[in-house]
Structure formats: C-alpha cells, structure tokens
C-alpha cells in the first residue's frame, strides 16, 4: 500500500506512530528516572562571561588570524552540574537564540560531545506533524534540551558514578535539536499550516565550534556521539567538526551514531533522499565536502568522514528491530508495509557489508558496527555499560585495539 499525505497523517495519529519518529517517546525515551528526581539545575553563562578559567592551561588559540572566538568558562562551584550556554549566532526552529547545555569537570581534559535528537521536519507533511516541536529553547533550556525527561543528563554515558561508565569523567557538551533537522540544514522554508521555519542544525554547530575548540584545544581525548536524530547530526557534522579540531594540532576525533543509521538504496530509495535534499538544503552543507553524497546516496557520509580524516574509529549502533527507526524509514519511503522491521535488519546488515568491504582502501581509518536484537531506540542512556558486549565493544573502540571487532548476531 502506498500511503498518501491523509493516510500517512492517519497512521502517524495513531499508537504505533506516537512514538514520534527519531524521538524520545514514553517506550524509547533515554533511560526514566524515579519519579521524585530533580531536573539538573539550569544556570545560564552568557558568551564571553569574565569568570577565571578553571584549567589556566588551556592554550589560547585566538591568534589574529583565528577564527575562534572565547572559550566557554564556568565556576568552579558549577563543575559536573549542567549549564546552559547561549552561543551568539545560533538560531532555533522559531528564530531565538540555540545554544548548547555543558557539564565540566576538573577530573580529565576528555570531552564528550552529543547531539540531541526527537522529530523531523522537511516539508509540509512532517513539519505539521511536528509542529509542536519548532519551537526555542524556552525558559527552562535544559529541560527543553533533554525533552522534558528528568535525570536524562544524569544516566547512561553522563552517569558519572558507574564506574564502568568510560565516558565518566569526561566534560560533556550538549547540542539540543531545536531545529528539527537533524542538525544538518542551514536554511528557511515556509510551510502552510506552519509558516517560516528556521532550520540551521548545521550553521549552530559552525558556530559553537568557535568557542567548544578553545575551551579544548587540549582534551585528552574527544568523542563526538549522537542519538537518534542526532546520530544523523553527528555523521553529517563530523567533518567540520574534525577540521576545526585539526586547526589546534587534534587527531580525528572518534564517532559514535546511536540510533540514527543512514542507509543505502533500496532501503533508502531515492524519493526519500530527494525529501531530505530538497527539505534540508543539504547540497549546501553535506554537498561541499561530499558530492558523492547528493549524488549517489547520503550513506556516502561514512566514506567521506573516513577519507577526509584517515585515522577515525567511527562505529554504529542500533536494533534490528527498532521501532522508531522503522517508522522513520517508512515515512520517508512513502509506504508502511514494505518497510517491515526484518527489512531493517536486511538494510543494517547491507550497510554494515557495505563498509566492511572498503575497510582496506579506507585504511588507518576503521569503522564497526554493533547491532542488537530487539526494538529499542538506543542504547547509550539507562545502563548500557552493564551490557558486556557493547562495553566491550566500545573500549575496543577508544583504546584503538587493532582486533576491534564488529557485532552483528
């Protein structure tokens, strides 16, 4: 059956639908809290604030031919609470200011930066369906940011207190998905129903950049992840962010997409990619440094990352079975029916065949992927580090083991 707009609306209203597409639903949301949980308190640092920088260490990059702007600075009575930075030039879906939400800590230099996702927008059909979700960040930014979910910056990869946790003591940088675009756009478009939509995914993170390099033009280590949406946001974005990493002397930073899968044809037809094109303008983002990826197909990204940045441990993870990944396949490709979840599983296994076979000419960069029975929507919140495999599979990652292995059962 091939959905029309109607009928696509009708499914989306329906209960299976409801658990939005690459968002945080009451079955996929990251990791509930207890219900007496108090949200992270939420104290705002203005750009440019004149408060001491914690670590005097940190190299000045600000050279007058740097295009880096002030590092970000926060007290020390604010270290591992989470605080939220505007970032001067960066917009939301409503045209207010985005920013992004941090949690330093004076016990490494590692940093960990993630990428929000929940809902997508790229033409009329999908930005009505969300259009509860193009919004700003709101009096509260930091609830906004984690979607209302308690205790989410506290669990899963931000729980500093599982000690099996690697990212523990790393300072944590936050990009909310207040653009609805899978952080990948940098335009406007008007919708009926909707009206003017300011989508610049892309543009926020060029603009963050300037202040997130000189705050760690020094990190010991840097791990750029994303979650559903985000886990597109953070593949697409990788390369811009690695080059200004490269600016201040970085390696290629390691990447991990949770959730957010970027599939090959057949599994990604081409109608659905000319949608995404056309409704995020990425021939002006992605376009520049990847041409195959208009041309011959987004999954392209993987290549590009890896050809552009030799020596990059990218990895992906998802469920075979997962539900709003599914549904977001289904959207795109315009029919509910065909896209069942063994497909998605044939559509992971293609992508993870795919890599593996330009694994040699790709070479010292390595990519690997970790999928998983079941139908979660990620798995880097709740307590994925008591998951044996995935730990495994992750330290094999950042310790640059050379029999890193991928995990398709």
């Not at 270290?79 to 949690?103: F, M, Q, Y």
């Not at 129903?193 to 010991?220: C, M, W």
């Not at 041409?291 to 441990?313: D, F, Q, W």
């Amino acid at each position: 059956m091939i959905l029309t707009d109607r009928s696509i609306v009708a499914l989306a209203a329906s209960s299976i639908f409801a658990l939005a597409v690459l968002g945080c639903s009451s079955s996929d949301a990251p990791a509930q809290p207890a219900p007496d949980a108090e949200a992270p308190p939420s104290t705002p640092v203005e750009a440019g604030a004149a408060i001491p920088q914690v670590d005097a260490s940190v190299p000045d990059v600000r050279d007058a031919g740097s295009p880096f702007g002030e590092p970000i600075v926060i007290p020390p009575a604010d270290l591992e609470k989470w605080v939220w930075v505007p970032i001067e030039g960066s917009r939301c879906a409503d045209n207010t200011i985005a920013g992004v939400g941090v949690n330093f800590t004076s016990q490494s230099r590692e940093l960990l930066v993630y990428f929000q996702g929940n809902g997508v927008c790229y033409d009329g059909l999908t930005c009505n369906l969300f259009k509860n979700l193009l919004v700003g960040m709101g009096d509260d930014p930091l609830d906004h940011m984690w979607w209302g979910v308690k205790n989410a910056g506290e669990t899963g990869i931000f729980d500093r207190k599982a000690e099996a946790n690697p990212f523990r003591k790393s300072n944590y940088v936050v990009f909310p998905h207040c653009t609805i675009d899978g952080h990948t756009a940098d335009k406007e478009s008007e919708y009926s129903g909707v009206g003017v939509v300011h989508q610049h995914g892309y543009r926020n993170v060029t603009e963050a950049l300037k202040r997130i390099v000189p705050t760690f033009a020094d990190a010991s280590r840097i791990v750029l992840t994303g979650y559903s949406a985000g886990g597109i946001g953070v593949t697409v974005n990788y390369h811009q962010m690695a080059t200004a990493f490269a600016a201040v002397g970085q390696p290629p930073p390691f990447l991990v997409n949770d959730a957010g899968p970027i599939m090959r044809k057949p599994y990604l037809e081409d109608g659905a990619q000319k949608k995404l094109l056309e409704g995020w303008g990425l021939d002006k983002t992605v376009g520049t440094f990847c041409p195959k990826c208009i041309s011959e197909g987004m999954h392209n990204i993987y290549e590009a990352n890896a050809t552009l940045h030799p020596g990059v441990r990218s990895s992906q993870l998802c469920a075979y079975e997962d539900s709003t990944v599914t549904m977001l396949y289904r959207l795109l490709n315009g029919d509910a029916n065909i896209f069942d979840n063994d497909r998605l599983k044939k559509g992971l296994l293609d992508h993870a065949e795919w890599l593996a076979g330009g694994q040699v000419a790709l070479a010292p960069s390595v990519h690997r992927s970790f999928f998983y029975k079941g139908d979660d929507h990620g798995t880097l919140f709740g307590t994925f580090y008591a998951k044996p495999d995935l730990l495994s599979f992750l330290n094999d990652q950042l310790s640059g083991s050379p029999t890193w292995p991928s995990y398709t059962p």
